[in-house]
Structure formats: structure tokens, C-alpha cells
């Protein structure tokens, strides 16, 4: 600080030092800011001094300005003695003695200004001695000592009760009397004070002794609290705190306990305001550092605990670890230190000082308070009081009186809450910091649930204004929390409590699932490590899980229910993630478990739910096996779980339905799985592709049918989980989106999940996502009530414009709501009118259908583009689609099967003894009531079929417009109506099929049946091989009931004529303008009809080998499906079965260790096929081959195992069959050389394809005809004149058949060259047989043609009636043809003839050098009109190809068949296209050798001819009939006999060898084919006799032809590959 005396003034101190220093005392005396002067005059003067002291200035100086100054304050005095105070101090330190001395003087000479006693006070007693104030410094210091002593130190005031026990008795007395009376404490209070006076008592003492006495008379609260606060104006502040925690000290001891008085009286003080919570606080033990301590020390051992628990305790060392762990406990249950602040805190509770008891609560670890129960009771008493007059508004349920509780008698408790808004202010708070332990007071935690159940009713009725809403939202969310923070945490730590459980579903039911899950989320995953002691009770729920789960069994589900009922009511979110766990990983337990349910509370059904929908949605967990082809077991096992327990328990679905719905929005359809098995299970609804034909056809009829016949197990009360199942998809509007989620998910499966996971797992989740829509699309139709259904359901061109809905889907929906409109309007018609007949029924009912179906017409043009419906109408469309199988047929099979099953329960019961009579009874009414309720509905689905086929009988002829072609509708037909709908269902595909048989027998126009069929039949890889699993054995089922039709009318000859005969699916010429009236010669025959069959059945065999042996996983899979589908009717024929026998044995062997599934499936259907085996016929049963004819069979099995045995009857076949074929062709030859050039063309353009069998024969045939050539040409040509004419028409239809084949056929040279082996013998017999041949050539050459036509059909009618006979006959006949040589020349100009084999032969070997398929041969295209017309038609790939008329298009057709025959009749006569001179040469010396051998037969066979003339006159009865029959049968036997024959897949593979062996045995093929063929016959039906002749034969044709064979064979060789 600056000096404030310079030191100018002192040098010139008198001239003007003085007065400066005057003037500045004034001026600082004079400051307002009075410490500033203070301090500052202080200074001043001190300056002085020391100058003085120094010796610059003189005392007497210092002295006179200071007696000038002294005026300027009242306390200048003072502040002088202040300055010598310290002056003394300073100079008695110096050793200056001068100083000292100056000081003596100042001093001295200033004694008038200052007293001797402010002196005395202030200075040394020596300075004193020195300056003469005192005498000696000695005894002024021992009188000081007395003096002090007596001021300080003697007791004027008692403080010990003993030393004033009359003053301390009276005030006791006092404060202890009877307060009843009108004393009030100010009156005591007088007392007090003259008793402290009067006794010279403590002040303090007394303030002790007061709060004594309040301690023991608690209840005068309203006396001691005034008397202490007016007390406490005479003590200091803190003296009372000092006190409190005086006493509260005294019990810090371990051994000390706190009274609860004392706590309560420290509150009271607390809540008055009277002491300071934190001056109390810092009094009480233990310190906030232990608490936190204590607190985590806890965690650590709730952590071990659980530790303990998980861990896996052998049992020795079990019993070790028991008995450590008691000890530990024994240890812990010793007397833990009091705890002041606890005790403290639950006094400030108890009275209801919430304030403080928060601020000690903020002070600890969250609920480390609460976990104290004297402490949590103390609060939840509080809370009690402070909702009671709400609860008693709102919560008391009726009926309850209920307890009132009475209020704190304080004014200084919270305010009781009288409103929802104040509940949240001041109640939700404290539940707040109680936590989890509101458990130690159920009855409060059920009031708190009955107060949020009364808000929630209050939050959902609307009415109420903005800002309420506001305040009721926010209420909402504080009620969420404070379930979240309290309600579910308490419930876990109550010891299952089933009512707080049901009380808190009360409240929790009023949420919306979105809410309630999300409390449970919370719950299970976070609240369980909020608190060690909810640490512990997990570890030990899921203990106490681990022990019920592992004993559980069928057996004592009930003792197990019970103790996981027990176990959930407190903590359902942890024992039923055990559980679920559990499930997951073994199935078997789904059962016991599912029944071991039944104890749980509602609250513990709907946890259950939410723990499904996790255990669903767990991201960790894979949704496909390892090998990525099947979906895991665990997601199929909760999926089991899932359908049991929420069909047999009342759970809420729309979590589980939205989560659902949820994956399939992001694409995925695993979850399907669940829906699919919660449908099946609630519903009753099975979807399963394993239903037998008898469950199908019963599914076809009304509900009650299906109910009893339609499902494996008999699906009984689904009436209550279908209706909830039904209201939660209402409620929550899920039953459209879920549909159409699914119906775009379904084609969206490969793209959105295919990629990089196998076909199989894809086409699984494809079959899944359907089935479930098929099942979820039942359940709709069956269980909404029309208004829903219809108020739901768009129209069917939203459905698919606006939503992409898939056509099948799309109609699968929208059919129930035609059904249920057309139903109603035809009620509201019959309503109106009273009309009763039966036309005036079906008339409404027709005019119902027109109305609510005009708008669908018009609807469904939208779908597809204009170009399909110039071929199909939309009605049509419609009516197909929107139609059912029960609007079709009637199942009476099954409506008398189900009744006769009654009828047999009904007399069970009579006959069961012990059954109680009333049961008895009940029984009998229920079956009885069953019997007529189908009884009822069979008669009332028969009027509704009726009521159909009458709407479509006139609906039919608008149906089909054929704007394009006949071939075209038909392919339209098939892509939009019937393939999309036979793979939907298994009854869409019985539907299918009957569809097709309902269109043709309404006769409707334009409609071919036969192309149908034909195109069904004919490719079916394409379709097979797109197929998944379930969609190929719905197409297996589709095929199969198309089989059935077909081989109902091949059975039998009245049934065809009668189904088929007349009918316009079966024209053989189809004419752009329809059916034309029917031209007999236009249909296609019975025996002809035949062929065909056997053509499909050919094409379905080649199309299954092909898919067998592509060694695809997709092919194999789904045609062994498909084949096992279709096993009752085919394979039929022997050679076909053999043929897939032996390809499906080789996948047997193939898979067995790649690929087990199909292992599986190959085994299966091998071992049915087995079983099918005897029940096969051979070839020429199937259908009639006579001699021309006959080789209309299918190639014997090559292929097949049975192969090397059976190829001599089918060579026969074939030689007769290029006989036929022959002359046909040489007269078309006549007809139409002006095209032969063109035509060689095609022939050489064509597939060359041949088999087998159809080579060998026509190599013999071509030696024949040679012979006959040089011998009879005149003849032939005659006769090929005649034939000409008839033979057209037909020929054109079938060539283009053959074009199919080729490839099929080259499939399997590998094995033809193994079996060629095998077939060597054949080739010998055949040489053998054209010797023969050629002997009867020349023999028979005279013999009129009629009697061989008679001969033939005769033996033919012989064999239809008489198998064993007929094969007799067959054998004779062939000998007698062999003899004829092939001049069966039918009468002349017969419309379908017979051809001389000799002819046949040429043409046929043109054929195999070409290597043109058999099917084009001149035979068939002479013959059969309408099967040729078939093949024409690929399945697939020509679906959009023919835009010519149809008439054309035939005819076009027809024109390249007879082209083609007739080229290779000029080929083969007349410009063979290398070196025919050679041939000829060849031909001759083949011919010449053969004749040796026939002179050596001729005898033979003579005999054999008059054997045949015998049998001949049995049969010429017959003739007449039977020979134009014949001519057609021939003709089209030939036709389609020769597809089939060169079709048959056993035979394709062979073709290079089997070609040389052609060769080799052209010569002799002809004859040895007939005679072995003969000698089968002859076998099978006639005995040993006609055998051993046989043999005889044998031998003898063997000699010869191995003589020729080996000549022959270089030779044909040559010209055969000249020709090709």
C-alpha cells in the first residue's frame, strides 16, 4: 500500500506538514465506506508513529497534531492504543534501544489522549511497568490468572441432574403432566426459563432433556414441536443438530441399536424445518462410501450365485458346495451394523416427510433403500394413504367393501390424490424409487393395477378435449413406465401370486399387443439385471425350469402343469425361454409340455406368445439346415408348438398373425410354416398332399362330409379356435393382406429367396407359401359369414391389376364370394316368387348366375390380352375358374360310406354291454343326427349339381369361338384354364379332369376332346419338370383322373360308343366351323380309339424314362411323384412297365448313396410297380393288332428287363404291319406320283427314327416284296387301285407323329447295344420265318382275298372273346398268311383294307434305310384319320404356332402324309435312290435261298392250314360284321399301332445295331416273326402239344437260316447304307 504520509510533510513538518496531515485525517475520517477509512486512518496514524519512532519527528510534534485529530472519531482512541499495541510488539523485537526509547516518549506524551485502561488492555505488562501504569509486571499477570479464572472456569450453571436434582425433577415434572388440559407450550415455556433462572440450570442440559421427554411422549407432537421452536429463539441455530447428533452418536457402537423413537423425533424436527437435513446427515453412520460398497458387493454375489447355478456340479462334489454355501448364509445372517440413515429415512416415511426421505434416497444406490423391507412397507403404507381417496372413487371393483385407510394426521404428509393427474404428480414417484419391491405389498400392487385398469377405460372412451388428450397421453406413457419400472419387477420377486398375475392381465388386456410386448421385451431381457436380488431369482427360476423340464413325461403331465404354473406366475418371460429352448431342440416334447399348460393365468398365455414371437424372430438362429435344402428343425418344431398350444388355450393370435404378415412384407416365407400349422391345428384345415382318393372325393361334398371323411384325423371342436383364430384376423384386418401377401410372396419365393439356396429348398418354400394360402383361403371361405367375406374380397380384376395377385390365387379367392352371391340371389328369387316346380327353380337359379356373373365376364377381359378371347370366351373363362368340384358330382360313394360307417358305430353301441344306457342314448341321437345331416346334404348338393349342368348345358354353346383353330382353343384351354388350375390343388386337379369330361359330354362345339387329351398325354417332361414336389403330385393326381376317363372308355367297346361315339370331341377331321353333323366316317373308332390309348401310354412312358434319366434331382423327383400318382392306370402295358421297371431300378442303384431322398421314392414306387405287375397285359391285348394291324403294339421291352424273351410276337407284329402298309402305299403310289419329288424331299427332311423291331421286319418285308414283285406285279397293281381311294383320308393325319420321336429315340443306344445281344435268337427265327413266308406267297397267291378278310376278323372276334382260343387261332392264321404270302387283299374299294404284305415290306425297308420314323409309314396314314390329327400338336412349344384355318391346316397335314407315303412307295418300287439293279440282285439270290427252305415248310404247313379252316368255320358266323369292323380296325390299328409300336422307348436305343441284324435277317424275318409270335400264342393259351410242333420248327428254321444268314447279311447291309 502507498505511503500515506510523504515525506515532505515531515521534512517541512511546521511550514505546512502539519496542517496537510490534518486535512487528511479529516478527509479519511469523513469516508462513508466506513472499514475503508477505518483501516486507512489506522494506517495514518501509524505512519506517524513510526516517524517519531524513527526519529524524524519529534514526540511533542506527533503528540499536538495527534491531540488535533483525536476529534475526528469516536473510536480514534482505540485506533490509537491499536497502533502502540503493535508499535510495542515491533520495537521491543529491535535492538536499537533509541527506538524503544522514542516509542516510551510517544506514548507517554499521548497518555492524555488514551486511558489507562484501553492501555492496560492492550499493552505488555512490561511496556506498562516501563511507562509507570503499573507497578510491577508480576502481580498484574497473577491477578489476570484470578481473574479469568473466575470469570470462566467456576460453575454458575448445572448441567449434571445430580448436582441440581431439585431444578432438573421439577422441569422433568414439567414437561411430563398431563397435557389434556389447556397448557400450552408458551405457558411451559415460562416455566422453563424461571426454572433455568432460579437453578442455575444448562440451557443445553434442559434442550437435551426436552427432546427425552418428546422421545417417550410421541404423540404430543402439537405441544413439543411449538415448545421446541420457541426454545430454540434462546440457543444457538446449531445447537440442536449439535444435540441430535450427539445422541445419535452414543448409539454408533456394534453393539448399539438406534431406538426408533429417537429416528422418529429427528424426523418430526426434519419436517418443522427446525434442524437441516444435511447438517443432521453428516452425524449418522455408515458413511455414503460403505453404502455404495455394500451395494456392489451385492452384485457381485447375486453374479456367483448365477454362476453356481449354470455351472454343471458333479454330484460328490455337490453335497461339499451345499455345506459351504449354509455356512456362508449362518455367517450372513449375524446382525448387519445399524444402518442411522435407513432408520431415519423410515421415520421421515412413516410420517410422511416425502421431501427428505427423497433427498436420503437420491443419496444412495437405486433401490438399494428399497430393498430394506421396513423401508419399502414404510413407502408403500405412504402411497396407500395417498391414492386411497382416488382408489376409492375408481379401483374398488364392484361388490368389494374394501378397508379405508385413514390419512396422515399431519398437514405437512403429500396431498392425497383426488385425480389421475395428481396420481401421476405425486404417487408415480414414489413407485418409482420402490421398484421391484412393491412385491412386499400385493394389496397396494393390485390397487395400482385396478387405478390404471379405471384409467385405461377413461383413456379409451373418446370425448374428451384437446388438452385432455394431451394430459391423458402423457399419463399413459407414465403408466407404461411405471408397469415397465414396478408392476412387472415386483411381480417377479412375489411368490406366485396367480391373482396379481390375472389382476395385472385386468389392466394389460386394455393395451394394445404392440404395448404389452414391448413391456415384456423389456421385462425378460433388461429388468433381470437391473437388481441383484431379480439377478437371483432368475438363476434360480430357470434352476428350478431345468429340474421340472428334465422329469417331465406323458405320465405325470398334471404333477408337472402344476409346478411350471406355479414357477410362471412370477416369472413367465425366463421359464418359458427354457421351455421354448427346450422344445427347440427336442420335438418330442411339444406334447407333455402343451398339455402340461393348463395351470397358467391369462397374463402368463399372452408372455407366452410374445416368447414364441422372439424365439421366432431370433436373429442368431440359421432357418435352414446345414445342407441349405430343408427348413431347420427347430423353426418346424415351434411351429408344431405354436398351432397345439394356441388351438387348445385361449392366446391372443395378432402378434403372432402380424409377425407373420411382417416377414412376408420383407420377403420372407419361412414363418409361413407357423401360420400354416396355427390354420391346421385351429381350424381343422389339413393340407397335406398324402390324402387318399377316398378322403379327396370326400372332400368334394359339403361341409359335414369333409368334416367326417375329408381329414386323417376326425377334427373334432374346432368351433371355439376357428372363431378366434377368425376374430383376431377381423379385428386386426390381416385375413385380405395376409392372402395376397402370400399369393405374391408365392412367386416372389424364387426370386426374393432362391438365390443362391438349393432347388429344393426353394421349390419347399414355394410348396409352403401355396399349401398355406390354399389352407388360410379354406379357412376364409369356410368362416367368414358373406357380408365379411365379401366386404372384404376385391373384384377379381383389382385383385390382379391392382395387386398383382396371381390368376389361380386370385380366382381361389374370389370363388367362395360368387358362390355365396349366386346362393343369395337365387334365395331372394325364390322369395319372391312362390314358384315350385323344378324348371322354375333351375330358371331362377340361371338367372342368379347371369347376374352375378355379367360383371366377372366383363372383368376378366382385363386379364389377358384381346387375342385369347377370340378363341375362348370370357364366360367360359369365368365358368371354368369360378366353378368347383361341388357344383360338378355328387360323391355318393363317399356320403354312403360315411353314412355306413354311422350305421356300424350305431350298432356297436347296441351291442356294447357296459356303456351306461344315457350314454348309450346320447350316442345313438348324435350318430343318428349325424346319418341325417349327410343324408340332407347329399340330397341338397344333388339339386345344386343338377341346377349347374343345366346352367352349363346352356351356357356351352357360347363357350369356345375357335376364331383361329380348333387346335388353338384347345392350346388356350390348356395354358390359362386347366394347367394353372390342376397343380393348385388336389381337388383343383380331380376338377381339371372332370372339367375336361363335362366339356366333351355337353357335346360343346368346337371343343376336341381327343386333341385334349392327346396334348395332355403327350409331352409331359416340360410340365413335369417345372413342377415343385407338391405341384408335381397334383399333376400326378390330375393325370391319373385323366387316365381313368380314358381307360374307362377303352375297357370297353359299349362304353366308347356309348361316351365317345357320337360325340364332337371325338371328330377325326376338325373344320374351322364346327361340328358339321357328325359324318360317321369322321369319327374315330373303338379299335382305333385303342391305338391311340396305347400312343399315350407309349408317350407317357418315353416322356418318364427321359425325366429318369436326365439325372436332374428336379425330373427324377417329381415324374417318380407323378408315376406313383398315376399307378392305377399305368403303366397297363407289359413292355411299357418292364421298360420304366428297369429304369427306375437303375436310379435305385444309382442313388442309393448320393441322393437319399430319391432313393426313397425310387424304392417305393419299384416295390408298388412290382405289385402292379401281375395285373399288366401284353401289348396285343391292349389293343386288337390283327395281321396287318397287330404290329400296332408297342416294341417289346427291349429296354425292359424281360426284354431278350419277348421280341418274337412283336416281330410277327411288325411284318404284318409293313404288309399293310405296302400296298397301301403302291396304290397311293398310282394317286399321287405327280408329287413324288416334293415328296422324297420331306421323306428325306423327316426324323429318322426306327426301331428295332419296325427295322428287322421291314428288312424281311423288303425281300418279300421283291419276291412278290417278280411274281404277282399285275396283281398287286390291281389291287393297289383299288385300295387307293380309302387309303388317303387317314394317311394324311398320321405322319406327323413321327416327327416327335426322334430324339426320344436316339436316348438309349447304349443300351441297345447291350441288348442287341440278347436278341440275336430273333434274328434268326425271323430268317426263318420268311422262308416260310415266301412258300405260302406262292401257295396262296390263288386264294381270294375275301376269305383271308374273313379268316382274319373271324380269328380276330375269336380272340376278343376267347384269349386261350384266340391264340391258337392267331398261330394258325399266321401260318396260313405265311402261306398266302401276303395277298390279303381286301374286297375291292373297301374304305379301310387290309394290304398285301408284300408291298408293306418295300415300302417299310425305304423306311428304315431313311430312317424316317415309323409313325409316318403309309399304313397308318391310311388308316387312322383321328389319331393322326393327335400327335400333331406339341405340348408346348406350338402354342401359338397355328394361325391357318383348321381345315387347312389338316388337310395340309393329310396332303404331306400321302405325300410321304407315296414317296416311299415310288422309292421303293420304282427309283430306289442309289443302285436299285443292286438291290434287286441282292434281293433275288435272297430270295432264291429262301424258297428252298419254304418247299421244306410247305407240308408243315398244310396241315397247319387245315387246323385253321376248322377253327375258320366256328368264326365265319361272324364275318360279315366283322369284316368292315375289321377294315376300320386295321386301318387304324395299323395307324396308331405303328406309333406305338416305334415308339416304345424299350426300342429306340437300339437302333445302329438292331439295323444290322435287320439285314442279316431280311430275308427270313417275315416268316420267323410270324411263326414265333404263333408259337407265343400257342404257349399262353393251347398247351404242350402245338409247342413241341412248334420246336420241331424251330430247329428246322434255324438249320436253314444260318446257311443264309451270313450272305444276306453284307449284302442288305450295303444297300441299306446306300439308301440312308
Not at 1100 to 1121: F, M, P, Q, W
Not at 1439 to 1456: A, E, K, M
Not at 1496 to 1501: G, N, V
Amino acid at each position: 500500500m502507498a505511503a500515506l504520509l510523504p515525506g515532505e510533510w515531515i521534512k517541512n513538518w511546521e511550514k505546512g506538514g502539519k496542517s496537510e496531515f490534518v486535512q487528511l485525517c479529516r478527509a479519511l475520517s469523513e469516508n462513508k465506506n466506513h472499514d475503508v477509512g477505518f483501516r486507512d486512518i489506522q494506517q495514518a496514524l501509524y505512519e506517524l508513529a513510526y516517524h517519531v519512532v524513527r526519529g524524524n519527528l519529534k514526540h511533542d510534534q506527533a503528540s499536538n497534531v495527534l491531540g488535533d485529530v483525536i476529534e475526528f472519531r469516536e473510536d480514534m482512541p482505540s485506533i490509537l492504543a491499536d497502533v502502540f499495541c503493535i508499535l510495542d510488539i515491533e520495537t521491543s523485537c529491535l535492538e536499537e534501544k533509541n527506538k524503544r526509547d522514542h516509542f516510551t516518549q510517544l506514548v507517554l506524551a499521548c497518555l492524555y489522549l488514551v486511558s489507562d485502561t484501553v492501555l492496560k488492555e492492550r499493552l505488555d505488562p512490561e511496556t506498562l511497568e516501563s511507562l509507570g501504569l503499573i507497578k510491577q509486571s508480576q502481580q498484574f499477570n497473577q491477578k489476570s490468572v484470578k481473574i479469568k479464572t473466575k470469570l470462566f472456569y467456576k460453575q454458575q450453571k448445572f448441567n449434571l441432574l445430580r448436582e441440581e436434582n431439585e431444578g432438573y425433577a421439577k422441569l422433568i415434572a414439567e414437561l411430563g403432566q398431563d397435557l389434556s388440559g389447556n397448557i400450552t407450550s408458551d405457558l411451559i415455556l415460562e416455566n422453563i426459563k424461571s426454572l433455568i433462572g432460579c437453578f442455575n440450570l444448562d440451557p443445553n442440559r434442559v434442550l437435551d432433556i426436552i427432546l427425552e421427554v418428546y422421545e417417550c411422549r410421541p404423540e404430543y407432537d402439537d405441544f413439543f414441536v411449538p415448545l421446541i421452536e420457541s426454545y430454540m429463539y434462546m440457543c444457538e441455530p446449531q445447537t440442536l443438530c449439535h444435540i441430535l447428533g450427539f445422541k445419535f452418536k452414543f448409539y454408533q457402537d456394534p453393539s448399539g441399536e438406534t431406538p426408533s423413537s429417537l429416528y422418529r423425533v429427528a424426523a418430526v424436527l426434519l419436517q418443522h424445518n427446525l434442524i437441516e437435513l444435511e447438517d443432521l446427515y453428516v452425524h449418522l453412520l455408515p458413511g455414503d462410501n460403505a453404502i455404495m460398497e455394500e451395494h456392489k458387493r451385492e452384485i457381485v454375489e447375486a453374479k456367483q450365485i448365477v454362476r453356481k447355478l449354470t455351472m454343471v456340479v458333479l454330484s460328490s462334489e455337490k453335497t461339499e458346495e451345499k455345506e459351504k454355501e449354509k455356512e456362508k448364509e449362518e455367517e450372513k445372517t449375524e446382525k448387519p451394523p445399524d444402518n442411522q440413515k435407513l432408520g431415519l429415512l423410515e421415520a421421515l416415511l412413516k410420517i410422511g416427510d416425502w421431501h427428505h426421505a427423497q433427498s436420503i434416497m437420491d443419496q444412495m444406490p437405486p433401490f438399494y433403500t428399497t430393498s430394506h423391507k421396513p423401508i419399502a412397507v414404510a413407502l408403500c403404507q405412504l402411497v396407500h394413504v395417498t391414492i386411497e381417496p382416488l382408489y376409492r372413487r375408481v379401483g374398488v371393483p364392484k361388490g368389494a367393501k374394501g378397508s379405508p385407510i385413514s390419512s396422515l394426521p399431519n398437514q405437512r404428509a403429500p396431498k392425497q390424490a383426488e385425480s389421475f393427474e395428481e396420481l401421476r404428480k405425486e404417487v408415480f414417484n414414489m413407485l418409482c424409487y420402490l421398484g421391484p419391491h412393491l412385491s412386499h405389498d400385493p394389496i397396494l400392487f393390485a390397487k395400482v393395477v385396478r387405478l390404471g385398469k379405471a384409467f385405461m377405460k377413461e383413456f379409451q372412451s373418446d370425448g374428451s378435449k384437446q388438452e385432455d388428450k394431451e394430459k391423458m397421453e402423457t399419463l399413459f406413457s407414465c403408466l407404461l413406465s411405471i408397469t415397465d419400472q414396478v408392476l412387472l419387477p415386483s411381480l417377479s420377486l412375489m411368490d406366485c401370486n396367480a391373482c396379481m398375475s390375472e389382476e395385472l392381465w385386468g389392466m394389460f388386456k386394455t393395451f394394445p399387443y404392440q404395448y404389452r410386448y414391448r413391456l415384456y421385451g423389456q421385462w425378460k431381457n433388461e429388468t433381470y439385471n437391473s437388481h441383484p436380488l431379480l439377478v437371483k431369482v432368475k438363476a434360480q427360476t430357470i434352476d428350478r425350469a431345468k429340474y421340472i423340464m428334465k422329469r417331465l413325461t406323458k405320465e405325470n403331465v398334471k404333477p408337472s402343469g402344476r409346478q411350471i404354473g406355479k414357477l410362471s406366475h412370477s416369472n413367465p418371460t425366463i421359464l418359458f425361454d427354457y421351455i421354448l429352448s427346450q422344445i427347440q431342440k427336442y420335438d418330442n416334447l411339444i406334447t407333455p409340455v402343451v398339455d402340461s399348460l393348463k395351470y397358467l393365468t391369462s397374463l402368463n398365455y399372452d408372455v407366452l406368445a410374445y416368447c414364441i414371437i422372439e424365439a421366432l424372430a431370433n436373429p442368431e438362429k440359421e432357418r435352414m439346415k446345414h445342407d441349405d435344402t430343408t427348413i431347420s428343425s427347430w423353426l418346424q418344431s415351434l411351429a408344431s408348438f405354436c398351432g397345439a398350444v394356441f388351438r387348445k388355450y385361449p392366446i391372443e393370435l395378432a402378434g403372432l398373425l402380424q409377425y407373420v404378415a411382417n416377414q412376408l412384407k420383407a420377403g420372407k416365407s419361412f414363418d409361413l410354416l407357423i401360420l400354416k400349422e396355427v390354420v391346421q391345428k385351429m381350424a381343422g384345415i389339413e393340407i397335406t398332399e398324402e390324402m387318399t382318393m377316398e378322403q379327396l372325393e370326400a372332400m368334394t361334398g359339403g361341409e359335414q362330409l369333409k368334416a367326417e371323411g375329408g381329414y386323417f384325423g376326425q377334427i373334432r371342436n374346432t368351433k371355439k379356435s376357428s372363431q378366434r383364430l377368425k376374430d383376431a384376423l377381423l379385428d386386426h384386418d390381416l385375413a385380405l393382406p395376409l392372402c395376397l401377401l402370400m399369393a405374391q410372396q408365392r412367386n416372389g419365393v424364387i426370386f426374393q429367396e432362391g438365390g443362391e439356396k438349393h432347388l429344393k429348398l426353394v421349390g419347399k418354400l414355394y410348396d409352403q407359401c401355396h399349401d398355406t394360402l390354399v389352407q388360410f383361403g379354406g379357412f376364409l371361405a369356410s368362416n367368414l359369414s358373406t357380408e365379411d367375406y365379401i366386404k372384404r374380397v376385391p373384384s377379381i380384376d383389382v385383385l390382379c391389376n391392382e395387386f398383382h395377385t396371381p390368376h389361380d390365387a386370385a380366382f381361389f379367392l374370389s370363388r367362395p364370394m360368387y358362390a355365396h352371391h349366386i346362393s343369395s340371389k337365387y334365395d331372394e328369387l325364390k322369395k319372391a316368387e312362390k314358384g315350385n316346380k323344378q324348371q322354375h327353380k333351375v330358371h331362377k337359379y340361371i338367372t342368379s348366375c347371369e347376374l352375378v356373373m355379367a360383371p366377372v365376364h366383363e372383368a376378366v377381359i382385363s386379364l389377358h390380352l384381346p387375342k385369347v378371347w377370340d378363341d375362348i370366351s370370357p364366360q367360359f373363362y369365368a365358368t371354368f375358374w369360378s366353378l368347383t368340384m361341388y357344383d360338378l358330382a355328387v360323391p355318393h360313394s363317399s356320403y354312403d360310406r360315411e353314412v355306413n360307417k354311422l350305421k356300424v358305430q350305431m350298432k356297436a353301441i347296441d351291442d356294447n354291454q357296459e356303456m351306461p344306457p344315457n350314454k348309450k342314448k346320447k350316442e345313438k341321437e348324435r350318430c343318428t343326427a349325424l346319418q341325417d345331416k349327410l343324408l340332407e346334404e347329399e340330397k341338397k348338393q344333388l339339386e345344386h349339381v343338377q341346377r349347374v349342368l343345366q346352367r352349363l348345358k346352356l351356357e356351352k354353346d357360347n363357350w369356345l369361338l375357335a376364331k383361329s383353330t380348333k387346335n388353338e382353343t384347345i392350346t388356350k384351354f390348356l395354358q390359362l384354364c386347366i394347367f394353372p388350375r390342376c397343380i393348385f390343388s388336389a381337388i383343383d386337379a380331380v376338377y381339371c379332369a372332370h372339367f375336361v369330361e363335362l366339356v366333351h359330354q355337353q357335346k360343346t362345339p368346337n371343343f376336341s376332346t381327343l386333341l385334349c387329351y392327346d396334348r395332355v398325354f403327350s409331352d409331359i417332361i416340360y410340365t413335369v419338370a417345372s413342377c415343385t414336389e407338391n405341384e408335381a403330385s397334383r399333376y400326378g393326381r390330375f393325370l391319373c383322373c385323366m387316365l381313368e376317363t380314358v381307360t374307362r372308355w377303352h375297357s370297353d367297346r359299349v362304353i366308347y360308343e356309348k361316351e365317345c361315339g357320337n360325340y364332337p370331341g371325338f371328330l377325326t377331321i376338325l373344320r374351322a366351323t364346327g361340328f358339321d353333323g357328325g359324318n360317321k366316317a369322321d369319327q374315330l373308332d373303338y379299335e382305333n380309339f385303342r391305338h391311340v390309348v396305347h400312343k399315350w401310354h407309349y408317350k407317357l412312358t418315353k416322356a418318364s424314362v427321359h425325366c429318369l434319366e436326365t439325372g436332374e434331382y428336379t425330373h427324377i423327383r417329381n415324374i417318380l411323384i407323378v408315376l406313383t400318382k398315376i399307378l392305377p392306370w399305368y403303366p397297363k402295358v407289359l413292355n411299357l412297365g418292364q421298360a420304366l421297371e428297369r429304369r427306375v431300378h437303375k436310379i435305385c442303384q444309382e442313388e442309393k448313396e448320393k441322393r437319399p431322398d430319391l432313393y426313397a421314392l425310387a424304392m417305393g414306387y419299384s416295390g408298388q410297380l412290382k405289385s402292379r405287375k401281375p395285373f399288366m397285359i401284353p401289348e396285343n391285348e391292349f389293343h386288337h393288332k390283327d395281321p396287318p394291324a397287330r404290329n400296332a403294339v408297342p416294341a417289346t421291352v427291349q429296354n425292359g428287363p424281360g426284354g431278350a424273351g419277348m421280341p418274337t410276337s412283336l416281330t410277327i407284329n411288325t411284318v404284318r404291319l409293313e404288309e399293310g402298309t405296302t400296298e397301301e402305299t403302291d396304290k397311293l403310289k398310282e394317286k399321287s406320283q405327280g408329287v413324288v419329288k416334293v415328296i422324297n424331299k420331306t421323306v428325306n427332311a423327316t426324323p429318322k427314327v426306327t426301331t428295332s423291331n419296325g427295322n428287322s421286319a421291314s428288312n424281311s418285308k423288303i425281300i418279300k416284296e421283291k419276291d412278290d414283285k417278280e411274281k404277282s406285279g399285275k396283281e398287286k397293281d390291281k389291287e393297289k387301285k383299288d385300295k387307293t381311294p380309302a387309303a388317303t383320308p387317314e394317311m394324311k393325319a398320321l405322319g406327323k407323329d413321327g416327327k416327335d420321336k426322334p430324339k426320344e429315340e436316339r436316348a438309349n443306344k447304349e443300351e441297345k447295344a447291350r441288348e442287341i445281344k440278347e436278341k440275336t435268337p430273333k434274328a434268326d427265327k425271323e430268317k426263318e420265318k420268311v422262308k416260310k413266308e415266301e412258300k405260302a406267297s406262292k401257295e396262296e397267291k390263288s386264294k381270294t382275298v375275301v376269305t383271308i378278310v374273313e379268316s382274319k376278323s373271324a380269328a380276330e372276334k375269336e380272340r376278343e372273346k376267347e384269349p386261350s382260343r384266340e391264340r391258337d387261332l392267331a398261330k394258325e392264321m399266321k401260318s396260313k398268311e405265311n402261306a398266302k404270302g401276303g395277298e390279303k387283299v381286301p374286297v375291292a374299294g373297301s374304305l379301310k383294307s387290309p394290304v398285301p404284305r408284300s408291298e408293306t415290306s418295300e415300302s417299310e425297308r425305304e423306311q428304315k434305310r431313311r430312317k424316317v420314323d415309323t409313325h409316318s409309314s403309309p399304313s397308318h396314314s391310311s388308316t387312322v384319320k383321328g389319331t393322326a390329327v393327335l400327335p400333331k400338336v406339341p405340348l408346348v412349344s406350338e402354342n401359338y404356332s397355328s394361325s391357318r384355318v383348321i381345315s387347312v391346316h389338316f388337310l395340309q397335314d393329310n396332303l404331306n402324309e400321302l405325300k410321304d407315303s407315296s414317296a416311299k412307295h415310288y422309292i421303293n418300287h420304282t427309283t430306289p435312290t442309289l443302285s436299285k439293279s443292286k438291290e434287286r440282285e441282292v434281293e433275288k439270290k435272297d430270295m432264291d435261298k429262301s424258297r428252298e427252305r419254304s418247299r421244306e415248310r410247305e407240308k408243315k404247313d398244310e396241315k397247319d392250314r387245315k387246323d385253321r379252316k376248322r377253327d375258320h368255320s366256328n368264326s365265319d358266323r361272324e364275318v360279315p360284321q366283322d369284316s368292315t369292323k375289321r377294315r376300320k380296325e386295321e386301318n387304324g390299328t395299323t395307324g396308331s399301332s405303328k406309333h406305338s409300336k416305334s415308339e416304345s422307348p424299350s426300342d429306340s436305343p437300339r437302333l445302329n445295331e438292331k439295323e444290322k441284324e435287320k439285314n442279316k435277317s431280311k430275308s427270313s424275318a417275315k416268316e420267323k416273326g410270324d411263326s414265333i409270335k404263333a408259337e407265343k400264342m400257342e404257349k399262353s393259351s393251347s398247351g404242350s402239344k402245338k409247342e413241341s410242333r412248334h420246336d420241331k420248327e424251330k430247329t428246322e428254321k434255324k438249320d436253314k437260316r444260318d446257311s443264309a444268314g451270313g450272305k444276306e447279311e453284307k449284302k442288305h447291309h450295303k444297300s441299306s447304307d446306300k439308301h440312308r
